[in-house]
């Protein structure tokens, strides 16, 4: 069996945003960026829309989950890290596709 780097970044970024729901992690919102931007390097072409798109809703509508009652205030901590962690992939795509289009 082979190991992927970048499944693991993805699995540490999820451990995060569900272990952040529950208890204070120093840095955990810097983690996050930076382990989507890492993360977001391995991510194949025909994935960027979906990855851009799921950035934008998570970060976007995170907060509709408030509205659960009792669960609501973890559901949306644990959906708006996520949302960070898939900003920082983002972020990435971009720069690389910028970087693809304009480099010397």
Known sequence: MKVNPFKIVGW?????????AFTEIPYAGLLLVLLGLAG???I????????????LVLTS???VLMNIPEAGQY????????GTFAAGAALMIISRNIWKRYKP
């Open 61 to 63: 509508l995170s907060g």
């Open 40 to 42: 977001g390097y391995a």
């Open 75 to 82: 559901l949306t901590s644990i959906f708006s890290a996520l």
């Open 12 to 20: 540490v970024g999820l451990a995060i945003a569900i272990v952040g």
């Open 44 to 55: 194949a072409a025909e994935d960027h829309v979906r990855v851009l798109v799921s950035a």
